[in-house]
């Protein structure tokens, strides 16, 4: 029987391997693979600017991959729509031309911040290997949708790297991490238990850190 299901399965990868010749064939024409020491993330006007070291160059890029830290330099995604809109037709062409503007701006704008930048912190490795989680990115950063599922007022940025070092700083020693607690309830409790009241004190922008690292696990 063992025999025998090991042949289906050699059969059946075989099978796949026919259809998905590679399966980097799926991803944007240029996505590296970078390792966490080429990669580092910088915020600006509230937006997450994510920059990679291509042949020892920093550039502006975003992110391709969840969790094999794939980049995608704005350089080279510029370059795949101005090949595409060469042969494209109307409206497809249109379409193109639109994201190609709004990446040339984005590249300017961000640019500059990858040049002079240079990491400052260690950006965290993905929360749950394998893929697949929805709240946050490849650094630990809460997504817009993990924004929405913790009830973060939707103007904070939240990283799981920042919020362990804010939760360490102000909520050890009385009792162990609350996990996959919403903004909402946290602040709720820091009301309704006297002990707490000293929490009250704390920004918005530290407590939604905070959430990110209650959440951690939370994809
Ligand atoms: C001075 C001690 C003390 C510190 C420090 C403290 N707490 Fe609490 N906390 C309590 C007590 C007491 C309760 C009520 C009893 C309980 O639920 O454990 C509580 C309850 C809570 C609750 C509600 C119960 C639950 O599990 O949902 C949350 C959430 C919470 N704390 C989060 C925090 C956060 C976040 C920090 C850091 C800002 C923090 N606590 C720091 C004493 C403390």
């Given at each position: 029987?063992?025999?025998?299901?090991?042949?289906?399965?050699?059969?059946?990868?075989?099978?796949?391997?026919?259809?998905?010749?590679?399966?980097?064939?799926?991803?944007?024409?240029?996505?590296?693979?970078?390792?966490?020491?080429?990669?580092?993330?910088?915020?600006?006007?509230?937006?997450?600017?994510?920059?990679?070291?291509?042949?020892?160059?920093?550039?502006s890029?975003?992110?391709?991959?969840?969790?094999?830290?794939?980049?995608?330099?704005r350089a080279?995604k510029i370059k795949?729509l101005k090949?595409?809109s060469?042969?494209?037709?109307?409206?497809?062409?249109?379409?193109?031309l639109s994201q190609l503007k709004k990446q040339r701006s984005l590249q300017r704008i961000e640019n500059?911040?990858?040049?002079?930048?240079?990491?400052?912190?260690?950006?965290?490795?993905?929360?749950?290997?394998?893929?697949?989680?929805?709240?946050?990115?490849?650094?630990?950063?809460?997504?817009?949708?993990?924004?929405?599922?913790?009830?973060?007022?939707?103007?904070?940025?939240?990283?799981?790297?920042?919020?362990?070092?804010?939760?360490?700083?102000?909520?050890?020693?009385?009792?162990?991490?609350?996990?996959?607690?919403?903004?909402?309830?946290?602040?709720?409790?820091?009301?309704?238990?006297?002990?707490?009241?000293?929490?009250?004190?704390?920004?918005?922008?530290?407590?939604?850190?905070?959430?990110?690292?209650?959440?951690?696990?939370?994809?």
């Amino acid at each position: 029987m063992l025999a025998r299901s090991q042949l289906i399965t050699a059969v059946l990868s075989g099978f796949l391997a026919l259809l998905f010749p590679d399966q980097t064939l799926a991803l944007p024409k240029g996505a590296q693979q970078l390792g966490s020491q080429d990669l580092y993330q910088t915020f600006k006007d509230g937006k997450v600017i994510t920059c990679g070291r291509i042949l020892s160059e920093w550039r502006s890029g975003i992110m391709v991959g969840f969790d094999k830290a794939l980049f995608l330099s704005r350089a080279d995604k510029i370059k795949d729509l101005k090949k595409k809109s060469r042969t494209a037709a109307e409206p497809k062409l249109s379409k193109l031309l639109s994201q190609l503007k709004k990446q040339r701006s984005l590249q300017r704008i961000e640019n500059p911040i990858c040049v002079e930048g240079s990491p400052t912190s260690t950006p965290t490795p993905t929360p749950t290997p394998g893929g697949g989680c929805v709240n946050f990115d490849a650094f630990g950063n809460v997504t817009a949708a993990g924004i929405t599922a913790f009830q973060i007022p939707s103007n904070l940025a939240a990283n799981i790297n920042t919020g362990t070092t804010v939760w360490q700083a102000n909520c050890t020693g009385c009792h162990s991490a609350n996990l996959n607690r919403t903004f909402v309830a946290v602040k709720q409790a820091f009301q309704a238990e006297p002990q707490m009241s000293f929490a009250l004190s704390i920004s918005d922008a530290d407590l939604a850190q905070i959430i990110a690292y209650l959440n951690r696990n939370n994809c």
